[in-house]
Nanobody, 126 residues
């Protein structure tokens, strides 16, 4: 099995920064894309950022220019550096590992991902 564990969440003021980590264990492969999603109560879990096997990254428009996704394949860890945080960034952040799903399922679709972490809370105050 694959386990994903997020860490690094917390309470920060608007304009501040936070770095999230996602440690993967079990039968994982660096050839699969990983991603960050976020979710607030009453809202649908939405795509934040992804990084594939070659290091290519994609971001939701709402975080582009402020967030940076990266991964360390040796450590099996993915990171999300969040800068210039806004109150609307408040959410539970989840890391995910893509499963053996068809390429036709776009990377922004949570259905593309087979494994999920438990989430870490990020709260941005005004």
């Amino acid at each position: 099995q694959v386990q994903l564990v997020e860490s690094g969440g917390g309470l920060v003021q608007a304009g501040g920064s936070l770095r999230l980590s996602c440690a993967a264990s079990g039968r994982t492969s660096s050839t699969y894309a990983m991603a960050w999603f976020r979710q607030d109560p009453g809202k649908e879990r939405s795509f934040v950022a992804t990084i594939n096997w070659s290091g290519r990254t994609d971001y939701a428009d709402s975080v582009k220019g402020r967030f940076t996704i990266s991964r360390d394949n040796v450590k099996n860890t993915m990171y999300l550096q969040m800068d210039s945080l806004k109150p609307e960034d408040t959410a539970v952040y989840y890391c995910a590992l893509r499963g053996s799903t068809p390429d036709s399922i776009y990377f922004t679709d949570r259905r593309a991902y087979a494994y999920w972490g438990q989430g870490t809370q990020v709260t941005v105050s005004s």
